[in-house]
């Protein structure tokens, strides 16, 4: 029997499972996936001091050195259900049942739906498939393409697919409907986009950033957006334009667009095709935590970490006993910031659950210091008010941990 479990073999599931060994626990890492590495298997970005990050070398890393550290991986096994024992966790696998006296989840994040006519033809797929495709599979998704939805992981992602050399000729929001809300308000993207404008390659988006920064600027930069868009790297970022559909017979032919008033309706009269033979939705990532709720975790909705998230407290435990959350399950960050919080949780667990148990206190409050320096130095956020978000649910999972003390 494992002494630790680590479901998930992302960034923050490898760093846990390398922190955890190293102390002398027993890890077993299970992934779906044939390969380990998670999301960073499709990353591929310049930073802003010029160094290239490469997510699939960083990958090689980790698990080269959970290898050396005696960590157990399997790979292509999937787990369907999470259950609290008298001795811990049964975990139940495609491969058999596991039990172990902790378990990490470390499932990271799935991409949220963008709904609008046609998106079941082929040729169309999520933004995250593109990428994986890309730079993973180094699959070519086509030779001209239209991307639906503006956002800090589609604007990265659509840079990657051109020095693939694949053609985008647009981003573009999506229509407006109930499900569509946020990503097709023009005035709620351009926010979200001025938090990464210090990254943009012109200097004068740089600048036209900086001017904009209060609400009444913002309202005005929405009402003269350009109709054809502000360039990145080349390619036309259209706020006053939304996809209305995706058209085609058998496959991806075009996109109907029709430019949009500030409020996300369109103009009559505005729209046209634009030819294309691949398009991808981008509708931004929520936390991947069905298990933790088939576990009994209890879960807070906090908008700033992406949705609904497992309370959990800064050495990634849940209120469960032996049941700990690292990563992007406990709200949308960098690649870098899940690596932190996975070490992090590695420590937790080892200083319950292995043999160096009730010693590592002083490694442990490092690794807490750690999470939070590299969050304060990410270069992207996905969404506004992180550290609000942390503190908010650091609140909440004291008060419910106070709450069952008291009723115990």
């Known amino acids: 029997m494992s002494e630790c479990i680590i479901i998930g073999a992302g960034p923050a599931g490898l760093a846990a499972a390398i922190a955890a060994a190293k102390q002398g626990v027993s890890v077993r890492v299970i992934d779906e996936f044939v390969k380990p590495g998670g999301r960073l298997l499709g990353q591929l970005h310049q930073e802003p001091d010029g160094e290239w990050w490469n997510g699939i070398e960083e990958a090689e890393k980790l698990v080269a050195e959970a290898k050396a550290a005696g960590v157990s991986l399997s790979l292509g096994t999937s787990v369907y259900d999470l259950q609290k024992t008298l001795d811990g966790w049964r975990v139940s696998t495609t491969d058999g049942i596991l039990d172990a006296p902790a378990v990490l989840l470390a499932t990271g994040a799935a991409e949220t739906a963008v709904p609008l006519p046609g998106w079941t033809l082929p040729g169309v797929m999520s933004i995250g498939a593109a990428q994986v495709m890309t730079n993973v599979q180094r699959v070519r998704v086509g030779a001209r393409g239209v991307i639906i939805g503006v956002n800090i992981l589609s604007v990265a992602i659509t840079r990657e697919l051109q020095l693939a050399g694949i053609h985008v000729d647009r981003m573009v929001l999506p229509p407006v409907n109930d499900v569509n809300k946020h990503p097709a308000d023009p005035a709620h993207v351009m926010q979200s986009l001025l938090r990464v404008a210090h990254l943009a390659p012109s200097p004068l988006i740089r600048l036209g950033s900086r001017l904009m920064q209060s609400a009444g600027m913002q309202r005005l930069g929405v009402r003269f957006f350009p109709p054809q868009g502000v360039k990145m790297w080349g390619i036309p970022i259209q706020l006053r334009t939304a996809a ?11 996109v109907r667009i029709a430019r949009i008033a500030p409020n996300g309706t369109p103009v009559p009269g505005s729209d046209r095709i634009i030819p294309a033979d691949f398009v991808c939705i981008a509708g931004g990532l929520y936390p991947l935590a069905e298990l933790a709720a088939v576990a009994g975790c209890p879960f807070a909705y ?3 970490l992406g949705g609904h998230v497992p309370l959990h407290d800064e050495q990634m435990r849940t209120p469960l006993d032996g049941l700990y959350a690292a990563g992007n ?27 160096n148990a009730g010693t590592l206190e002083d490694e442990l409050a490092r690794a807490i210091r750690q999470v939070e320096q ?35």
Do not use: C, D, W
């Open 302 to 304: 906090i908008p700033e």
């Open 244 to 254: 209305l559909e995706i058209i085609g017979s058998n496959q991806v032919e075009g």
């Open 329 to 355: 399950i406990t709200g949308i960050e960098s690649a870098k910031v899940a690596k932190a919080q996975g070490y992090a949780a590695g420590l937790s667990i080892a200083n319950t659950h292995g043999p």
């Open 374 to 408: 590299v969050r304060a130095q990410a270069t992207i956020q996905f969404h506004p008010y992180i550290q609000e978000g942390r503190r908010r649910i650091a609140s909440l999972y004291a008060a419910h941990v106070q709450q069952a003390s008291a009723m115990a």
